[in-house]
């Protein structure tokens, strides 16, 4: 076991404070990796403040985790020590059900074990994640990085990239297709970059004017500020598919008038609160209103091989975990440009 330096928080209304976890020995299959970066998520948010219920603490959170390798079990043969690896959303699954089978993890039947704040495998406690200085994680779940990326940067692909790239690719979205993003923070940033290199049409939907120019920069080809009645009428049964990115409850009715015939309205963002959208908006005209869930083990390589190959990283703003708690204020304020990603120096 190594004593491992965390900041956790003991309760939804707390703030952070450091906190000594206990790291694993590495088994055969486990790969031990010392942090250097990790991406503070909404989901972060949403968990450490119980936002969503069942939050157990200590909360240590983080699941945007790169780092390299330090050690490594005797079966080991996906890396070696040296290399620059990531970890996302999930540390383990079942490995024998159908979805773990078929390369969907995220969806086991018998329960993923996500990064932080589920049930540990094998120690049969919490899961902690990546704000702290080390983890272990079985070699299934650890992805290869390109050192061509900056690892700062590359840190939120291993959650808001893979969750964005993951329906992307599903509904095939590409040269022709007529794509929006609503909301433009972690997630809708990531979004924006890839609708564009897979040649879609991109329009970002924003509620901060301050937002314009950065949208039109990162790729967007139209920006509609959504408060804007006009701009948005113009857009109605204007899209073939939107990737809703919004951490907060807002009017996901008005976003299903934008599609077109047979368009969709893809959830990724997910706000506490059940939606409600009338029936009528998806009867006529045939919409589809569906989810995503991040992305399995095989598609979160995939889309890394893909960002190294055209460059996509996220805007970043570095922070050291002494100040989690402003960051978290800022993000919940949709005033992060666009990520925030600790430097987990700081904890050593
Ligand atoms: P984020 O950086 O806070 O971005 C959310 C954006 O939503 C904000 O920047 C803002 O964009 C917009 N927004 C905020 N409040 C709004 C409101 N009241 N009305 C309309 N728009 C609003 O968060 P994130 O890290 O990208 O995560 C977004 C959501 O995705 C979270 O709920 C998170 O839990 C979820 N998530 C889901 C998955 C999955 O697997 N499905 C994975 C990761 C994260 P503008 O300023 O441009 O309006
Ligand atoms: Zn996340």
Redesign the pocket.
């Known amino acids: 076991m190594a004593k491992t330096k965390a900041f956790a928080l003991q309760a939804a209304d707390a703030r952070f404070a450091p906190l000594t976890i206990e790291r694993r020995e590495p088994r055969p299959s486990d790969v031990a990796i010392e942090i250097l970066h990790c991406g503070v ?3 972060d948010i ?1 968990t450490a403040r119980n936002e969503w219920g069942g939050t157990t603490y200590p909360c240590v959170p983080g699941h945007e985790i790169v780092g390299r390798v330090s050690a490594v079990g005797s079966a080991v043969t996906k890396v070696k020590s040296g290399d620059l690896v990531g970890v996302g959303c999930m540390v383990a699954s079942c490995g024998a059900c159908s979805e773990c089978q078929a390369g969907y993890e995220q969806y086991c039947l018998r329960g993923a074990t996500f990064t932080y704040n589920s049930e540990d495998r094998v120690s049969g406690g919490i899961t902690y994640g990546g704000y702290s200085e080390r983890i272990v994680v079985d070699e299934a779940f650890v992805l290869r990085i390109s050192e061509k990326l900056d690892p700062a940067a590359a840190a939120p692909l291993l ?2 990239g893979i ?1 964005t790239y993951s329906p992307l690719r599903h509904w095939k979205i590409g040269r022709g297709s007529q794509v929006g993003i609503v ?6 940033h990531i979004g924006v970059k890839l609708a564009k290199a897979f040649g879609a049409h991109v329009v970002l939907f ?3 004017e301050k ?1 314009v120019e950065d949208g039109l920069r990162l790729g967007a080809d139209e920006v509609v500020v959504s408060k804007d009645e006009g701009a948005m009428k113009a857009r109605t049964k204007s899209l073939d598919f939107i990737l809703d ?4 409850n ?1 009017d996901v009715d008005a976003l299903v008038s934008l599609l077109r015939r047979d368009g969709t309205l893809c959830m ?4 506490d609160k059940p939606l409600s959208v009338r029936a009528g908006r998806l009867a006529f005209g045939r919409r589809h209103l569906t989810g ?3 992305g399995g083990i095989a598609e979160t390589q995939e889309m890394l091989d893909f960002c190294a190959e055209h460059g996509i990283v996220s805007d970043i703003e570095r922070i050291p975990i002494q100040e989690i708690d402003r960051a978290y204020d800022r ?1 919940v304020a ?1 005033d ?1 440009r666009y990520r925030f990603v600790i430097d987990a120096a700081s904890l050593r």
């Open positions: 998520c909404h989901s949403h959650c808001a969750t909301g433009l923070g972690g997630l809708g924003t509620t901060s937002k990115t919004v951490s907060a807002h990724v963002g997910l706000p995503s869930g991040i993000v949709s992060v």
